[in-house]
């Protein structure tokens, strides 16, 4: 099963690393990148992290699904965005916003943990 998981997962990450390729190089045609300053958290959201924390991929805590995250709140936003900078497990480092801020990375654990009840 884990086995399984794994196998689905490196599937998987091999679609994200081409889908930012595709999407690094259509931002670089713009000579000026306006999109931190711009863009808002639910935005990060929807395109960062949705794709896996909508529907709980390879585990993923599922946002609006307090159940899905257990114990985790407890860990506190600090650590929480910790884990979401650096990766855990299956999580990517930065989710999939490589050029997320601190500020950034921290409003969007916020936002996801603003869903829970
Ligand atoms: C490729 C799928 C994927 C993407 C994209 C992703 N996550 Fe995750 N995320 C996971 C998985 C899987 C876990 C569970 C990791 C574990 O505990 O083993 C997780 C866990 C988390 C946790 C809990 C961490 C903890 O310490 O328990 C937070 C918070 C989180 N993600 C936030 C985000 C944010 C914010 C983004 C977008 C910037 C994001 N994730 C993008 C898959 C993803």
Redesign the pocket.
């Known amino acids: 099963m884990v086995i399984f998981q794994d196998y689905k997962l490196y599937k998987f990450l091999g679609l994200?690393t081409f889908l930012l390729f595709v999407s690094c190089s259509e931002e670089n045609k713009s000579p000026v990148s306006t999109i931190s300053e711009s863009r808002t958290t639910e935005e990060?959201?929807t395109q960062?992290?949705a794709?896996?924390?909508d529907r709980g991929?390879?585990?993923?805590?599922i946002y609006a699904n307090t159940f899905s995250w257990g114990q985790?709140v407890d860990?506190g936003i600090d650590?929480?965005t910790y884990?979401?900078k650096y990766g855990?497990?299956?999580?990517?480092a930065?989710?999939?916003?490589a050029d997320?801020t601190d500020e950034e990375?921290r409003a969007?654990?916020q936002y996801?943990l603003d869903s829970l009840d």
């Open positions: 994200i990060i959201y960062a992290c794709f896996c924390h991929m390879a585990g993923a805590p985790r860990k650590t929480l884990n979401v855990l497990n299956a999580m990517p930065m989710g999939l916003c997320c990375l969007v654990v996801m």
